[in-house]
């Protein structure tokens, strides 16, 4: 008995001792994959950095779904039907949209998805064990890309919150928009100079981050920086590494012929076929005969009368009922009236499409294979030229300017006469003017309007209000959340 | 007055062998009338050995020839008789009238009430089985103070809610059960009369021994044991019982839905009077009955104590297609392998069938009243907008089957007198399948075309659930007498995983509909050129998967039966955090003072005992979503290449959150006893429950990265909750007939301290909501947990000039509700939605009365509670056209015709979430009724029958209540939607009666 007595207490000691073992306690997710096992190969590598631009084909990347940039800008309205998201898309056009306004909070979360997941990779993969190439590659990629999402932050609503960690702070406050643009900058650099031009990629390759890419980008940054002398340099460097040119056809430069094509310099790929289509194509396509989608993003009147006679570019851009596009005859939408009047019986609207993201077929379903082109030669050029007037290079200029000019003209020497001009603010004018027609409902207007200090001229009739409009708010809810530490932009 | 310092275990009936002379006492208690006691305990003072008599009041104990035996029964006073070498010892007992020191089943361990320290409400067997025997859990409503019962249902084999002490935090606040020695979440698999006691430990002195999982309270089970001595009892007892809705809810008739569709839009009916009515709730809701059979042996013998039972309920619901079945198998073994060593085993296997009927409460609630249900052809009517109720039950075929087992084996070894230590290895295992076939019907509309209501294909899902629990644990105990000191102390040392794993599948278009093909195979397809996907859905995961290593201490001190401090110590380690936030402590102290023992009382018959205690502690919770920490990934595509080529994009969803960690409860206790003139007794607590760190999900600002409306879990909320119980006991014997009246209640304040904090996370957490989007709790600092949110209304806009004077929506009229614009900002939008009212009641109460005269026995109980609200959430959620209360009669129809129910509409404006759609909570219930007969045992013996006894009880007979719907019972796990009427099966009333015999 006495022995029993001696194992049993023996027995019991071992247990505690036994028991400490931590391993006991370590117990993993099961059927998931999480921050401590993933991402830890080349293999994962590839996938977290392809998740980095998965995020731009999420629609709400596109301006919180509805392409509220142009609604905004002088070229075009809400469209639809007339009371379709009246009061959740139509306050854009008036300028009368609120701190809660539909969009906001979708626009500004999925930019900075966009941003953790760009973080996951500048954070995780350089410590993976791999081709170190591949690898410098991917956070390359993963840095160009922030410095894309940032960029439309930073233009939106000026200084943001900084998050360059996958763990931030859960409180922060808004840095300065020059704090922002200087990581923009940083970023940039850093994939330009371990991106591969485009010319280094394989085919399977394109639509992934270039060493062009990275330069359009940061030329245009400067552009809005008003550092014209580095605009210039990259713009430039862009247009002297001979890896990208004009379409010959000018609906080719958005159109599906055009896809990963010469002029495209950044592009978000879709495709229904593989699983993948885009909703931003499908939000402004044509309604109703053919259905291509819900006919958001009506071109104005404006933008119509604007282009310069027999400007080829015109017909390009808006579709109008009647037409014939691809052997299809567009009808157009039933509940949408062909034209709309003010109450004074002027016409202000009439029913039309946006061209740019038109796509052969007669369904929604091949809408959706629309790539919508981020950065293109065309605005390059139009950069460079602009950069090169400012520097005071007017002469250089107008090369670039007319370059975009002879494109459009597509052969007719009776029409878009190459520009001479060389006063700056006049030249300065007729290159804003050329941004207009060439990149028409891109959503490159309303914030040309705004770096150029032309809003208040241009968009004041339309309700823009100086010292408020240049800058959209901070989403009401994120102000709410942070119990007030997030600061609302002026005059909201 | 002088009480016994010894602690008695009933349990150890084998002896220590020491000295030579040591001799065999055999005898026999009995009572004044010289009739055995069965059941007392006999005890060697100064030592944890002991026995008890036989049903005969027999006893044989082997004991020093010098030693003191003492012997002790409830309802008898104690006496002490020294063997001085005495074989055979005869004690007559004295019947006393006091109340005698009951022992308390506590965390590892027991204790005589007068020792306890901590809050502790113990319910014994004979109380769990008068509330039918259809659920134990049921039992406690109305018995145990500090102790909400709220069911979810009234579906055969729904489990009942239970809060003790309030609503503790935004996750499970539900308390754990041990059961045997096993920690659970639940106890249906049991049956009632198995149970022999269950005792709910509230005050963290009591609960703090459970460590992480203590902070919801916890309910000890303790199961029978044979404790007959050379003799085997069998028990049977069988119950039969009819179920009937207790209450309709006043719908309109076919006329009066005329009437109001009229007014709505006029003209739809040109005769009201020439309407046909159908009585939806008549069709659907039936009597419907159960019985329980148990039959249990149960003995023991120098070499082994055993208990043997088994049990069958059968529970028809009284909705068709709803039912439950379980049979029970209940099996305690000891063995006393040498003099100081035993082992043994707890098992309760249970296997079970459940018919889950599909939710027609809430289409009966809906179903137009004009609708026949059966057209003229006897096909299934259609009922717009609502589905035709009996066509969706007779279509019904939801099953849940299953087993479940429960039990350990444990050895107990006795080394120096004073030391015992125990291992025990304990499993809870489950397997449940589900299976869920509705054939291909179509309910037509009278035109022959075919209604929503339409199922094309016929369709199976299956899916089953395994889980596993094993516990290991280890004590060591010491349990020492120093002159007037005593220790008793327990130290322990567990560990515990828990794994389970589910796996679905549904398919449709099975080739027969009979249950033999109820299968997903290939074979089964109709036809497979008809482009009909088998398999619907593949669904499989993990539920729960962690393990913990536990410490645990216990140190009680008694001096001189006046003194007690107590002090407990438990450290858990669990899986379900990170390294560095792993390990928990939750220590506690408590002190007692039995004034009553001190000489200063000694003289004051008045007061026979009287007792003050005190306790503070920390306690946890670990019923959490723990898979918070975790960044988990998710995959997508993303197109590159010429050609377009899909690539696979895989990144993390919304961010972990690492640094969770435990909810910490810290409760302290203030409590006092006392017995008056023998035949009151009261308790009373006052306590106070501050519970920090709760673990929540909250809205994240947007530049985390998480994606739009995402939520993370943060440690960043705290609730109090604190409260008054207390119980009062009147027993008195007047020759023969015996009463006792009980009173308890509990008051609870429940109170919402801090979300979020200044983080920059959120402040506030919507719930409660209604399925069409719509939330109508929110919960806030200053606010109960899940309090009520909605407009205030303000009457009815009664003229143009009224609606024209106050600010109001666009949508609202004359005739219509007046919200109040609560901000004060001259419009009515959702900024003005406010607290409207809360679930948790603020006042609990249970009245207990027990009467026996001869050989009739007699009890009634009343439960209740008053404080709470109740959201009407069937009434609100009107799309389409749906049947109305009759309220809607007292409707406004011109200036001043009423100022409460608006002009009605078939929904809208006038059913936004709002106070109109709350109702007073409040009710008292006649919870059970029982008048029982023992036959004479002189008759009974000629039948070899020790005992019979024959009842007739009702439960839920009566309930006074201003509530409008089937129940004011109403509960959810979910502490954000709890006191909503979303058309929940109705509770039933039950009548039963039902015999007990023993052999």
Not at chain 2, 413 to 423: C, D
Not at chain 2, 588 to 597: D, E, K, Q, T, V
Not at chain 2, 703 to 721: D, E, H, P, R, T
């Amino acid at each position: 008995m006495r022995k029993f007595i001696s194992i049993s207490i023996m027995g019991f000691i071992l247990l505690l001792a036994l028991g400490s073992c931590e391993d006991f306690l370590e117990k993993n997710p099961q059927g998931q994959l999480t921050q401590n096992t993933f991402p830890v190969s080349e293999s994962d590598a590839l996938l977290v950095t392809n998740a980095a631009y998965a995020s731009l084909r999420n629609w709400h990347y596109n301006s919180g779904g509805f392409p509220i940039l142009d609604i905004m800008s002088d070229d075009s309205h809400k469209g639809s039907t007339p009371n379709d998201a009246l009061p959740t898309i139509g306050p854009y056009d008036l300028f009368t949209f609120s701190t809660t306004q539909d969009g906001l909070d979708r626009w500004w979360a999925t930019l900075y998805e966009g941003i953790k997941r760009t973080n996951v990779v500048i954070e995780k993969v350089p410590s993976i064990s791999m081709n170190t190439e591949t690898r410098d590659i991917y956070v390359a990629e993963a840095h160009f890309l922030r410095a894309l999402y940032y960029f439309d932050l930073v233009r939106a609503w000026g200084g943001v919150p900084l998050v360059t960690s996958t763990k931030p702070a859960v409180k922060l406050e808004r840095s300065s928009a020059e704090e922002i643009y200087s990581l923009i900058e940083e970023d940039l650099k850093f994939a330009i100079a371990n991106l591969p031009e485009k010319s280094e990629q394989t085919q399977a390759e394109k639509g992934r981050a270039t060493k062009g890419a990275a330069k359009s980008l940061l030329a245009k940054v400067y552009l809005f920086e008003h550092d014209f002398v580095n605009a210039e340099k990259y713009a430039l460097e862009v247009i002297n590494s001979s890896e990208y040119d004009l379409e010959a056809n000018f609906s080719a430069a958005n159109g599906q012929v055009g896809e990963f094509g010469i002029e495209s310099i950044f592009e978000v790929g879709a495709s229904t076929n593989e699983g993948g289509g885009g909703q931003y194509a499908n939000t402004q396509g044509v309604r109703g005969s053919p259905n291509r989608g819900w006919g958001f993003n009506r071109p104005s009147l404006s933008l119509r009368n604007s282009f310069e006679a027999n400007d080829p570019r015109l017909d390009a851009t808006i579709i109008d009922l009647g037409e014939v596009l691809d052997g299809i005859l567009i009808l157009g939408d039933g509940s949408t009236p062909d034209e709309i009047f003010d109450g004074l019986g002027n016409l202000i609207e009439v029913e039309c499409y946006n061209q740019k993201v038109w796509t052969p077929g007669d369904n929604t379903s091949t809408q959706e294979n629309h790539n919508r082109r981020i950065i293109r030669y065309a605005d390059v050029l139009l950069i460079a030229a602009e950069a090169l007037n400012e520097n005071n290079k007017p002469t250089d200029a107008l090369i670039y300017l007319n370059m975009v000019r002879e494109r459009a003209r597509e052969g007719n020497v009776s029409i878009l006469l190459d520009i001479t001009e060389t006063n700056k603010e006049i030249l300065a004018s007729l290159i804003l003017d050329e941004r207009r027609h060439e990149l028409a409902l891109e959503g490159h207007r309303y914030w040309d309007l705004v770096r150029t200090g032309k809003a208040s001229e241009v968009l004041g009739p339309l309700g823009f209000v100086v010292g408020k409009h240049e800058l959209l708010p901070i989403p009401q809810s994120e102000i709410d959340i942070s119990q007030g530490t997030l600061k609302q932009n002026p005059n909201y | 007055m002088k009480k016994t310092v010894f602690v008695f275990y009933f349990l150890l009936t084998s002896i220590f062998l020491f000295a030579q002379d040591q001799i065999i006492v055999k005898g026999k208690v009995t009572d004044e009338s010289n009739i055995g006691i069965p059941g007392v305990s006999i005890a060697i003072k100064g030592t944890a050995l002991g026995t008890i008599t036989d049903l005969n009041g027999d006893y044989e104990i082997n004991a020093l020839s010098n030693a003191t035996l003492v012997f002790s029964s409830i309802g008898f006073t104690t006496q002490e008789i020294l063997v001085n070498n005495r074989e055979n010892i005869d004690v007559a007992l004295l019947e006393s009238t006091e109340l005698v020191d009951e022992v308390v089943v506590i965390g590892y361990g027991k204790v005589k009430k007068s020792d306890l320290t901590g809050s502790v409400s113990s319910v014994k067997g004979e109380d769990i089985t008068k509330i039918s025997s259809l659920n134990a859990e049921q039992s406690l409503q109305g018995m145990a103070t500090g102790v909400q019962v709220t069911s979810t249902s009234g579906a055969p084999g729904a489990v009942p809610v239970i809060r003790i002490r309030g609503v503790g935090t935004f996750n499970n606040s539900s308390p754990i059960f041990i059961v045997d020695g096993i920690i659970l979440d639940d106890i249906s698999f049991l049956s009632s009369g198995d149970i022999s006691s269950m005792e709910v430990l509230k005050d963290a002195s009591a609960t703090a021994m459970y460590g992480s999982r203590g902070a919801n309270g916890v309910i000890i089970v303790s199961t029978k044991q044979g404790n007959t001595k050379d003799k085997v009892v069998i028990n049977y007892s069988g119950e039969y019982g009819t179920q009937f809705l207790a209450k309709k809810i006043d719908l309109l008739n076919g006329r009066e839905f005329g009437i109001i569709t009229n007014e709505i839009n006029p003209g739809t009916y040109s005769n009201v009077d020439a309407l046909p009515n159908t009585d939806w709730q008549d069709l659907v809701f039936k009597p419907a009955a159960f019985h329980n059979h148990q039959i249990s042996f149960s003995g023991s013998t120098e070499m082994s104590q055993f208990y043997f039972g088994v049990s069958y309920l059968k529970q028809d619901g009284i909705i068709d297609k709803s039912s439950y079945e379980r049979l029970s198998f209940k099996i305690n073994n000891t063995y006393n392998l040498f003099k100081n060593l035993k082992i043994g085993n707890h098992l309760t296997i249970s296997p079970y069938k459940q018919q889950i009927a599909p939710n027609v409460t809430y289409s009966v609630y809906r179903a137009q009243p004009l609708l026949p249900p059966y057209y003229a052809d006897g096909s299934y009517g259609v009922v717009y907008n609502v589905g035709n109720p009996l066509a969706n039950l007779a279509n019904s075929n939801n099953f849940n089957k299953g087993l479940r087992a429960v039990g350990n084996v444990f050895a107990e070894a006795e080394f120096l007198e004073a030391f015992t230590v125990k291992s025990s290895f304990g499993i809870d295992g489950s397997y449940n399948k589900a299976e869920n076939f509705t054939p291909a019907y179509t309910v037509y509309n009278p035109d022959g075309t075919a209604s929503q209501q339409n199922n094309e294909f016929n369709d199976l899902y299956k899916g089953n659930n395994q889980n596993l629990t094993w516990l290991w644990e280890n004590t060591i105990s010491y349990l020492k007498d120093f002159n007037k000191h005593t220790i008793d102390f327990v130290g322990g040392y567990t560990m515990q995983q828990s794994n389970s794993e589910y796996f679905g599948i549904s398919g449709e278009n099975l080739i027969r509909d009979y249950e033999d093909l109820w299968y997903i195979t290939p074979a089964s397809v109709y036809d497979p050129t008809i482009n009909v996907n088998t398999i619907q859905s593949i669904s499989n995961g993990v539920d729960q998967y962690y393990s913990m290593i536990s410490y645990l201490a216990r140190v009680n001190y008694t001096f001189d039966n006046r003194y007690i401090f107590t002090a407990t110590f438990r450290r858990d380690g669990s899986s379900k955090f990170a390294k560095e936030k792993r390990y928990g402590s939750f220590p506690s102290f408590a002190l007692g003072w039995n004034i009553s023992n001190e000489s200063f009382m000694q003289g004051i018959d008045l007061i026979n005992n009287l007792k003050l205690r005190a306790s503070w502690g920390k306690i946890g919770n670990d019923k959490v979503n723990y898979l918070g920490r975790f960044s988990t990934t998710s995959s997508g595509l993303t197109i590159f290449g010429i050609p377009e080529t899909a690539n696979i994009a895989t990144t993390y969803g919304k961010s972990g959150n690492p640094d969770l960690k435990w909810e910490t409860t810290t409760q302290y206790d203030i409590g006092m006893e006392i017995t008056i003139l023998n035949n009151l007794s009261a308790e009373f607590d006052y306590y106070n429950r501050k519970t920090e760190d709760i673990l929540i999900e909250l809205s994240t600002p947007g530049y985390l990265g998480n994606g739009q409306g995402q939520k993370i879990a943060f440690n960043a909320a705290s609730v109090l909750n604190t409260g008054l119980e207390a119980k009062i006991n009147w027993r008195q014997r007047i020759d023969e007939f015996n009463y006792s009246i009980g009173v308890l209640f509990s008051t609870v304040h429940n109170e919402v301290l801090s979300i979020g904090g200044n983080s920059g996370i959120d402040s506030l957490l919507q719930g409660g909501y209604l399925g069409d989007g719509r939330s109508v709790t929110q919960s806030r600092e200053g606010l109960p947990i899940g309090a009520f949110y909605g407009y205030k209304t303000d009457g009815i806009f009664q003229t143009q000039q009224e609606l024209d004077a106050y600010p109001h929506s666009s949508q609202a009229g004359i005739g219509d509700l007046r919200f109040v614009d609560v901000n004060n900002d001259g419009v009515i939008d959702g900024n003005d939605r406010t607290n409207i009212g809360s679930s948790i009641p603020k006042f609990i109460f249970g009245l207990n009365i027990g009467l026996d005269y001869k050989a009739f026995d007699f009890a009634l109980d009343i439960s209740g509670q008053s404080g709470n609200d109740i959201f009407n959430g069937k009434e609100v959620v009107r799309p389409d056209p749906y049947n109305f209360e009759k309220h809607v009669f007292d409707r406004w129809t011109g200036p001043n015709t009423s100022n409460t129910e608006p002009r009605p509409s078939f929904g809208g404006y006038n059913f936004t979430p709002s106070d109109r759609f709350i109702q007073d909570g409040s009710f008292v219930r006649l919870r059970t009724l029982m008048l029982g007969y023992t036959l004479p045992e002189q008759l009974t013996t000629k039948f070899h029958v020790q005992k019979l006894r024959i009842y007739a009880k009702g439960n839920n007979l009566f309930t006074l209540t201003k509530f409008t719907g089937y129940t004011p019972e109403i509960g959810s796990g979910d502490v954000l939607s709890n006191g909503i009427d979303f058309g929940i099966y109705p509770i039933t009333a039950i009548y039963s009666f039902g015999v007990n015999v023993t052999f």
